[in-house]
C-alpha cells in the first residue's frame, strides 16, 4: 500500500493554470505506473493522465493538450500541469497507481474553475 498526498488544488477562472502535486510515501520510481483521476460531483471517477515507469505519458481525450503528467522519481513525486482549464474541469484530483489500489487513494485535491 502507498500513502499519496495530493496537493495544488484551488479556485481558478476559465482558461487558467494549475499545477497539482502527489507525494508518495515510498519509492515509485521504475516501479509504479502513475495516473491522475478526478471525480466531479454527481459522476463517476475517470482516468485523467497516466505516466509509467519509463516516462511515456497518455491522457484522456478530454484533457490532451491542455493537461501535461510527469513525475520527478528522485522526489517520488507525480505532478500534472493544467492549462486552460474549463468549467468542466472541475472536480476532486486524486492520483494512484495503474491499475489503481483502493488502498492508496488519499483525500485528493480540489480544483474549481468558475468565472
Known amino acids: 500500500q502507498v500513502q499519496l498526498v495530493e496537493s495544488g488544488g484551488g479556485l481558478v477562472q476559465p482558461g487558467g493554470s494549475l499545477r497539482l502535486s502527489c507525494a508518495a510515501s515510498?519509492?515509485?520510481?521504475?516501479?509504479?505506473?502513475m495516473s491522475w483521476y478526478r471525480q466531479a460531483p454527481g459522476k463517476q471517477r475517470e482516468l485523467v493522465a497516466t505516466i509509467t515507469s519509463g516516462g511515456r505519458a497518455t491522457y484522456s481525450d478530454s484533457v490532451k493538450g491542455r493537461f501535461t503528467i510527469s513525475r520527478d522519481n528522485a522526489k517520488n513525486t507525480v505532478y500534472i500541469q493544467m492549462n486552460s482549464l474549463k468549467l468542466e474541469d472541475t472536480a476532486v484530483y486524486y492520483c494512484n497507481t495503474n491499475p489503481p489500489s483502493q488502498g492508496n487513494w488519499g483525500q485528493g485535491t480540489q480544483v474549481t474553475v468558475s468565472s
Open positions: 515510498v519509492r515509485i520510481g521504475g516501479i509504479y505506473t
